[in-house]
């Protein structure tokens, strides 16, 4: 027979597993949520390092899932003038990452990786492109000029000099791109006067805000190679 401390036990134990089933659903979900808390206190003390490991724990296991299934492809490009024969090339690379990444041509800079600063602007064909949203693959056969492949030997651009001579920049992480894409806006025949030069130039972003004076380097490279201007 049951006696009532027996039943007041029971009562107490089921009232115990509905509250444990509430708050945890089941033994896995408490082990995942004890995880849980103590990766937010980790979290929350180590701060950015914690979260930086960890993305690159989940970015390390992403890139050994996609490299299994992934068909990696050859082209060829020619890069200041050079050659290159690009074999095992992974299709989702980039033309920056290419450059950067693999041949080591560091000159053409990463800054938002999303089309929005031109930090990478190369030219492709002689025209100006943001290297960080053109996949090297689809540029099989372009010819490449970056920031490495404007100087003749010793002697620097006109362009590049200018920069030089009106101090076109500050810490200088624009102004590759800058001067790639000041190369192109002169022979485009978009520098004829200022608000042309600034409205063509808008894509190249400049932090340290050396607006006036690459507007200045980009005039003295125009005037010297005889391009048209204005009035
Ligand atoms: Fe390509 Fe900013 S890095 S536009
Ligand atoms: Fe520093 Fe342009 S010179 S961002």
Redesign the pocket.
Known sequence: MTSEFDLRMEKDVSTARIKKTLIFRTRTSRRHFLFQVTAAIAAFTLGPRFLALAQAATAGATKTADLSTQEAVSIRLTINGKGYAIDQLDPRVTV?DLLRERLHLTGS????????????TVLINGRRV????TLAVVNDGAEITTIEGLADGERLHPMQAAFINHDGFQCGYCTPGQICSAVALVKEGHATDDEQIREWMSGNICRCGAYTNILAAIKEARDQSGAAVKG
Do not use: P, T, V
Request: aromatic share 0%; net charge positive.
């Open positions: 920056l800079k990463k800054g938002c990786d999303h089309g929005q600063c031109g930090a990478c943001n290297s960080c949203l």
